[in-house]
């Protein structure tokens, strides 16, 4: 972190991006096990971490999964998809279900995988119920672009959420009680607003991972408020949750036997202070099942873990919503597309 960007942070960012090294344990008491019986679950980057912990509570809760997942593997951890998909199914059995579960190959990287799985999904006509939009990338210190042209921590970790739900949105808007869970992180407390460096580029200010944290709970708040003026979506419930400091193979991606102080203090937070994947999942099951996030309440909130925080200012500043609605339309041509009319203010 540089000088000048510390210096633009507030005590309340630091204060409320401390609060995500929260690591209570927490059990059945805190995330109560739920009957997803006939219920289709669609949950991205859940061959690993977090994603593939929250993908085997679904199945032991008798969920039809759809596993969405790139081949083959390249990160440090991940397992290939049949394999997750075969644990998946162990569990399931092991509880008596009789589920559906699958892996369908998306890569986030890549936008013509987004686009052929959701054609796939929704020739399927099956219900969506619960969306988890879980894939992610680490910042990388090389700057890496995709074939389309974006940063990829840039696609990755917001373009293709963004893309993939507005795809699937007809498909959970015929669902009883819709759900889409955003991995976000605490980190979007640290990210920076910068629309003229939306890309990212030796001029952006920040770090490219929190800018895109804070850009998606940024998105997800607007989405839901326009889901909310629009009947056949105004159930629909969108919340972001920080699934806390997880010692997940996403930290492997950086060198961690540097000797800089950086990353001798991830090694210490990883060794004293980082939760597991199994309890880093619960964040997404509790905003995917409990009464606390479904359509009694007002969504388009985030969570750490599992407790409410207020968000990033600017997720309440409706200028900042609005900007960056605009310029998801313009990068990703999506009202030519189809997918900006239904969502009109």
């Known amino acids: 972190m540089t000088l000048q960007f510390l210096a633009g942070l ?11 090294l929260n690591n209570t344990v927490l059990s059945d008491r805190h995330v109560q096990k739920t009957d997803l019986q006939g219920k289709w679950v669609i949950i991205s980057g859940s061959n690993n971490g977090v994603g593939l912990e929250a993908a085997k509570s679904f199945a032991g809760w008798g969920a039809n999964l759809i596993l969405a997942c790139r081949d083959p593997p390249k990160g440090l951890g991940e ?10 199914k162990r569990l399931a059995e092991a509880k008596g279900h009789i589920s559906i579960i699958e892996w369908w190959e998306i890569d986030m990287a890549d936008f013509k995988t987004i686009e052929a799985f959701c054609e796939r999904w929704l020739k399927s006509d099956r219900t969506l119920d619960i969306l988890c939009n879980n894939a ?7 700057t890496r672009m995709t074939k389309d042209g974006f940063q990829l921590v840039h696609q990755v970790n917001f373009l293709s959420h963004v893309l993939l739900t507005l795809r699937l949105l007809p498909s959970l808007g015929r669902s009883a009680d819709p759900r889409i869970v955003c991995t976000t ?7 920076v607003f910068d629309l003229d ?3 990212g580029g030796q001029e952006m200010r920040g770090n490219d991972y929190y800018n895109n944290k804070l850009y998606l709970q940024i998105w997800l708040a ?11 979506y105004s159930h ?4 972001g949750v920080h699934p806390g400091f997880v010692a997940s193979g996403i930290w492997h991606a950086n060198d961690l036997k540097s000797n800089n102080i950086s990353m001798r203090a991830l090694v210490f937070f990883l060794r004293y202070v980082a939760i597991t994947p199994q309890q880093g999942s619960l964040a997404i099951t509790n905003a995917a099942t409990s009464p606390e996030c479904g359509r009694t309440t007002s969504g388009g909130k985030y969570l750490n873990r599992i407790w409410e925080t207020p968000p990033h200012s600017y997720c309440q500043d409706s200028d900042a919503r609005s900007k960056l609605w605009i310029k998801l339309d313009q990068v990703l041509y999506l009202r030519e597309k189809g997918l900006l009319e239904v969502l009109a203010l």
């Open 222 to 232: 607007e989405l839901q408020l326009r889901c909310l003026k629009h009947p056949e």
């Open 79 to 88: 397992l290939h998809p049949t394999a997750a998909v075969k644990e998946c």
């Open 10 to 20: 507030t005590f309340n960012n630091v204060f409320q991006a401390a609060r995500g």
């Open 185 to 191: 992180s605490c980190g979007h407390y640290f990210g």
């Open 197 to 199: 460096h939306f890309n």
């Open 236 to 239: 629909i419930r969108i919340n």
């Open 136 to 142: 992610g990338s680490p910042s990388t210190a090389k």
